[in-house]
């Protein structure tokens, strides 16, 4: 199998697989997780936007992916993340304007996913015709553009401060609350943060 081929296959397993439940006992690691799913979709998003057709096992993917698990992944970090570093920052971090800049983009990123959604689901119940469209695939690229620079500070900025400034109660109230809200038993072990 030529490199290609490969990166699609793994790009399209990434995308259908979410991490393990057990990870919610390290709710940290579980969002690096969705962050290495994410920069799957920018890959899968990509190699869509510059197809001369419509790879549906691909479309189907990356529509999956975006309408179900990118918003559970914001919601993680909008609703529960960012609110417990922002109790737990000290003033000398200066993650206010960071968290403050990565939720407008969290606004403007969920405006494009839900662009992406209608016009992949349109092209699939079309067959593909005339896919990919211009403004489609402008707005997939966009999009993956966009996406790798959120990860960046995230990866970057976010996530060690938060595993310097959140307690172990955080943590674990953040791994409950993610299990809930994708339906799933918290996997309760006392001994794993």
Known sequence: MDRLAEARKLAIAALGE?????????????????HFRQRSLCQAVEHLANADGLDREMADAILGF???????????????????????A????????????????????????????????????????????AELAALLMRFADG????????????LPLARARLTEDDLRNLGRRMAARRGIDYPENKNAV
């Open 18 to 34: 979410p991490p393990p439940a057990l990870q919610l006992l390290a709710p940290l690691d579980y969002i690096l997780s969705e």
């Open 66 to 88: 975006m309408a179900f698990d990118f918003g559970l992944h914001v919601i993680d970090e909008e609703e529960d993340l960012f609110p417990m570093l922002r109790r737990r």
């Open 90 to 133: 000290l003033p000398e971090d200066g993650i206010e304007d960071v968290l403050g800049a990565l939720s407008l983009e969290h606004a403007s990123d969920n405006e494009i996913a839900e662009r992406i959604v209608e016009g992949l689901a349109q092209a699939l119940e079309t067959e593909g015709a005339d896919f990919p469209r």
């Open 147 to 158: 996406e790798r620079r959120h990860l960046i500070v995230e990866n970057a900025i976010v």
